[in-house]
């Protein structure tokens, strides 16, 4: 690989790092905010999913995202169908937590990637961060422009960008491929 293609990749990414440092900065700590709560969620699920559940659990979790995630794209006409104002956004959130529930309800019957032994807690954390990281920007898809465009700066870069969309739903997937079982 050529050096200045790793220089720029460097710089670059001290940049980025740089910009969301910045950002953080700008976040009013003190103040509620949906940005305080979102990543506040973030870092409580994080510790919910690593401490309460198996990594077996979380992966089963994360195949219910995609799946209730897939139901929900297969209904959405029905859904809007329903809506008849934009009063109701939070309806298509709600059917799809249901719908993650009973997915995922189902899915733990078949006993996907059970296995026996202590678990790696670095992959209990790594899937846990997956699948909170998922699970917001899929709730954040079905929320109206109207309401993410007043999120702050890094959480929009973070969960509502479309490479960070691209990055959240593909990582998982990536991840599942190249998982070794115990």
Known sequence: MDIGIVNNLKQGGSQYLGNIAGQ??????????????IFMFFLGAVVLFMFSLSRERILTTLL????ALAVMKGVG??????????????????????????????LSRLNIGSSSGLPNLWQVL???????????VVIMLFLPVEISSHFHPLTREIFVNNISQIVWFLFPLLSLIFIRKK
């Open 126 to 136: 790594y899937f846990s961060i997956l699948q909170t990281g998922l699970l917001i």
């Open 24 to 37: 953080i900065g700008q976040i009013n700590w003190t103040s509620p905010s949906w940005d305080l709560f």
């Open 64 to 67: 219910g995202t995609y799946v």
């Open 77 to 106: 006409s029905l859904s809007k169908f329903f809506l008849l104002s934009n009063k109701a956004w939070f309806l298509p959130i709600i059917i799809f937590l249901v719908i993650l529930i009973i997915v995922t309800a189902l």
